[in-house]
């Protein structure tokens, strides 16, 4: 069972909520809005992935991507909606194997 949260803050709100596949696939669906500032949040434990929206224009390097996980090097850097996705994903993925 994933026993993480997604916290998303988009300057307005901050919404907390349990983390799942199908959640993150509906938050970071190709023609969802996503407000530049926005952030998005994994959290669980110790371990967290951060993704900043940086640009609303839909291009490749769309967020800044960051944290601390059990992988040996934290993901860094610009990427595109796809990778935060990807991304998110392993995260999860990762947390219901432990």
Do not use: H, Y
Not at 18 to 47: C, F, H, K, N, Y
């Amino acid at each position: 069972k994933v026993r993480m949260n997604l916290r998303i803050c988009d300057g307005e709100r901050e919404r907390k909520m349990p983390a799942s596949l199908e959640l993150l696939e509906q938050v970071l669906a190709p023609l969802v809005p996503i407000r530049e500032g926005t952030e998005m949040t994994l959290v669980d434990g110790e371990w967290w992935l951060a993704a900043l929206a940086v640009s609303s224009t839909g291009g490749d390097e769309e967020f800044l991507l960051s944290g601390t996980t059990s992988e040996p090097v934290a993901p860094s850097g610009r990427v595109g909606r796809s990778e935060v996705l990807r991304q998110f994903r392993q995260f999860v993925l990762a947390s219901v194997r432990t």
